[in-house]
């Protein structure tokens, strides 16, 4: 079973400008998560999406990040213009349902470094 | 906001050696979840514990809840190179909501 896929693995951009991550969860996974890690820290939850919809959302900064899942499938995280506290790493998991008994998979993660 | 404390935050032991790594939180988790990140990669899911006072064992690795399901700990007997590695405690609630701890960076020197 393939696992959680992301994509770009690395990114190196300059304050003020716009990047995007692209996940795509474990197939059949109905439940997606977007986690930012700062280093030395644990992965905070950044949005939780159940299908297509949000389910929450309360940690993510909305004044320059947004999220996406369209069909349920894939979903795009977007910074936009970014700072550089966004320097993370920005990891992706799925679940095959919102329940606590399912497992969360993680993806490698994309480290972001804004200079 | 519920948070969770990992100590130590780091640890460089002997390979054969014991280690514990303790989890703490004012809060009530239903659920307390450990993970072990390699470095480039994302957290991998050890156990799972949802009993209060509740033990885990997984090979060398013992894992258990507290009574009051506010702290757990993660007991490591003859602790061998290949435990090298970042260990995440997470605190879960409803919804599958994860709170994670700061984690504790462990190296096993040969």
């Known amino acids: 079973e393939a696992g959680v896929a992301q994509s770009p693995r690395y990114k190196i951009i300059e304050k003020r400008q716009s990047v995007a991550f692209w996940c795509n969860p474990i197939s059949g996974h109905a439940t997606l998560y977007w986690y930012q890690q700062i280093l030395g820290q644990g992965p905070k939850l950044l949005i939780q999406?159940?299908?297509?919809?949000?389910?929450?959302d309360s940690q993510l900064p909305k004044d320059r990040f947004s999220a996406e899942r369209l069909k349920g499938v894939d979903s795009t995280l977007k910074i936009q213009p970014a700072k550089l506290e966004d320097s993370a790493v920005y990891l992706c998991a799925s679940s095959w349902d919102r329940g606590e008994s399912y497992e969360q998979y993680f993806g490698p993660g994309t480290r972001l470094t804004v200079t | 906001t519920q948070l969770l404390e990992q100590s130590p935050q780091f640890l460089s032991i002997q390979e054969g050696e014991n280690l514990t790594v303790y989890c703490n939180s004012s809060?009530?988790?239903?659920?307390l979840q450990w993970y072990r990140q390699e470095p480039g990669e994302g957290p991998v899911l050890l156990v799972t514990v949802v009993t209060g006072g509740e033990v885990k064992k997984l090979k060398r690795l013992t894992f258990q809840f507290g009574d009051a399901r506010k702290d757990s700990s993660l007991h490591i007997t003859a602790a061998q190179t290949g435990d090298t590695g970042l260990y995440l405690c997470a605190g879960g609630n409803a919804g599958n909501m994860l709170t994670f701890g700061g984690g504790t960076r462990l190296m096993v020197k040969p």
């Open positions: 809060s009530v988790f239903s659920s």
């Open positions: 999406f159940q299908n297509n919809g949000v389910v929450d």
